[in-house]
């Protein structure tokens, strides 16, 4: 399977905790995106790279998130000091990006994100 | 800035019978809008797009999407229901050069026999 993957699928960790989330996205694919989805909301947008430069980040992304794509390819997601409100599905997406209304992006099934 | 508004968040319809999933969106430029599909515990999937060319769009599985400028409205349409539509769908729309999707609150499709 070539597609987008997401690692763990299900994470689920005690508040204060630290988690790592992982992205490989298609592999021609220069942009990633990250989003969140929570019970009952569409997915909400946190931040995009382009290559390796992470070129916007939405006002969601509070201090306690950082993300990294250090060689253009793979990406993390690093959620320090959890809160119970950070419980939801991670979402990671590529394109190969371009024009206006080439950004089909190709969605990973998403790592759940459980904070006792 | 742009924004989609879902007006139903949930549709049920009996199998064989039409669909429509009603979306209004807002942009200050002409908007390149998208319908995704999720199925449960599956990513979600890129049922068709729009990018002011024709302006009736055809999506796989026999969905389809008509952008009326008039109306700020981007409904997805359906013949027939099939069982295998059973799903969330997400009304999208582009936010700029970055390609970012901001998507709507979704409408939850249930078929019933």
């Known amino acids: 399977d070539t597609g987008v993957s997401q690692d763990p699928r299900h994470k689920i960790t005690k508040r204060g905790q630290n988690v790592t989330f992982r992205c490989d996205p298609i592999s021609e694919h220069n942009r990633l995106y990250w989003y969140r989805q929570t019970l009952g909301q569409g997915p909400e947008f946190l931040t995009y790279f382009q290559n390796e430069a992470q070129l916007e980040k939405s006002r969601l992304l509070s201090d306690r998130f950082s993300a990294e794509r250090p060689k253009g390819s793979f990406s993390t997601l690093e959620i320090q000091r959890t809160e119970q409100g950070d419980s939801a599905m991670y979402l990671c997406a590529s394109s190969l990006g371009g024009g206006t209304g080439a950004g089909e992006l190709f969605f990973g099934e998403g790592s759940r994100l459980t904070v006792l | 800035a742009q924004s989609v508004t879902q007006l139903d968040s949930h549709v049920s319809v009996s199998e064989g019978t039409p669909v429509l999933l009603r979306c209004n969106y807002s942009s200050s430029y002409s908007p390149s809008l998208f319908w995704y599909v999720q199925h449960p515990n599956k990513g979600l999937q890129l049922l068709l797009k729009?990018?002011?060319?024709?302006?009736l769009v055809k999506g796989i599985n026999g969905f389809e999407a008509e952008f009326k400028k008039s109306e700020t409205s981007f409904h997805l349409t359906k013949p027939s229901a099939h069982m295998s539509d059973a799903a969330e769908y997400f009304c999208?729309?582009?936010?700029?050069?970055?390609?970012?999707?901001?998507f709507g609150t979704g409408t939850l499709l249930a078929v019933q026999p």
């Open positions: 729009y990018t002011s060319a024709a302006t």
């Open positions: 999208v729309v582009e936010g700029g050069a970055t390609n970012k999707l901001i």
